[in-house]
């Protein structure tokens, strides 16, 4: 059974941060591209941040400059380096496994974590 756990979420007060990671079991995520996704209170899901198996990047508007994502030496753990965090970087924060190229809709991905909580206080 394949499983993506997240982790590493917690409180902190704006301009502090946070580092997430994303560990995959049960298979090997070849040719894959990870990503993270976050969902605040009240709003729709949204593209935060991917990276393809080669190392692309790939980042939403919000986030660029602040937010890092890389993979981990076996590829099959994927960071999400937070900094300079914001309340509106409020949201349970979800990791994600798509095939192929990276992609930042949420259509396309196959396997989802079960979601780790940032929040952000000002």
């Known amino acids: 059974q394949v499983q993506l756990v997240e982790s590493g979420g917690g409180s902190v007060q704006a301009g502090g941060s946070l580092r997430l990671s994303c560990a995959s079991s049960?298979?090997?995520?070849?040719?894959?591209?990870m990503g993270w996704f976050r969902q605040a209170p009240g709003k729709e899901r949204e593209f935060v941040a991917a990276?393809?198996?080669?190392?692309?990047?790939g980042y939403a508007e919000s986030v660029k400059g602040r937010f890092t994502i890389s993979r981990g030496n076996g590829k099959n753990t994927v960071f999400l380096q937070m900094n300079s965090l914001k309340p509106e970087d409020t949201a349970v924060y979800y990791c994600?496994?798509?095939?192929?190229?990276?992609?930042?809709?949420?259509?396309?991905?196959?396997?989802w974590g079960q979601g780790t909580q940032v929040t952000v206080s000002s």
């Open positions: 990276i393809s198996w080669t190392g692309t990047r």
């Open positions: 994600a496994a798509a095939v192929g190229a990276l992609t930042t809709s949420q259509y396309d991905y196959d396997y």
């Open positions: 049960g298979r090997t995520f070849n040719s894959y591209a």
